[in-house]
């Protein structure tokens, strides 16, 4: 997962900040969808915390084009000689992704709701960024430093991004 430099430049000083990870949406069939998150100041938290990103339709179709055109290159690929090769692991791969893709694009379209704090479940959120924001605590900005092998997690979630107490 990600981890960032939380600035806080009106105040002068940092805070470390790991990603969460391991949030799902749970679909009304029990299926689960993996979570998008990213940093976020929250006005009911006070605070940086993670929030939903709630992808646009037209980025998950994007994937889905691309994975699409990968399967016919690598179909193209395997037939030529020496070894034409049915079903290669390549291509099952990218069909893989697209039917992750494909059962993603259709909760995105019957999301309504805006991104929500994954702690609080407010969607009064700012996310954060290296561009400076202005919050009730000064102005914010985050610096990617890498990445870190940890274990946060809010949780599963409603496909309209409500915390699951189960």
């Known amino acids: 997962m990600a981890y960032f ?4 430049l009106t105040q002068g000083n940092t805070q470390e900040y790991p990603e969460s ?20 100041w929250c006005d009911a938290c006070g605070e940086v915390t993670d929030g939903e990103r709630i992808e646009p339709i037209d980025e998950i179709e994007a994937g889905i084009q691309k994975y699409e055109r990968l399967a016919v290159e ?3 690929e395997m037939a030529l000689p020496p070894t034409p090769s049915p079903n290669a692991p390549g291509e099952r791969a990218a069909l893989s992704e ?9 909760w995105r379209r ?33 610096t990617f430093i890498g990445f870190i092998d940890t274990f946060k997690s809010y949780g599963k979630f409603t496909p309209e991004g409500e915390r699951i107490t189960d």
Do not use: W
């Open 21 to 40: 990870s391991g949030n799902f949406y749970r679909l009304n069939d029990g299926r689960e969808i993996p979570l998008s998150r990213h940093p976020v």
């Open 110 to 142: 019957e999301r309504k709701s805006p991104p929500r704090c994954l702690r609080c479940g407010s969607t009064q959120i700012i996310k954060l960024s290296e561009v400076p924001i202005e919050t009730r605590v000064g102005k914010i900005s985050m």
């Open 74 to 76: 690598i179909r193209r």
């Open 98 to 106: 697209i039917a992750k893709l494909q059962f993603r694009a259709s």
């Open 5 to 8: 430099r939380i600035n806080f």
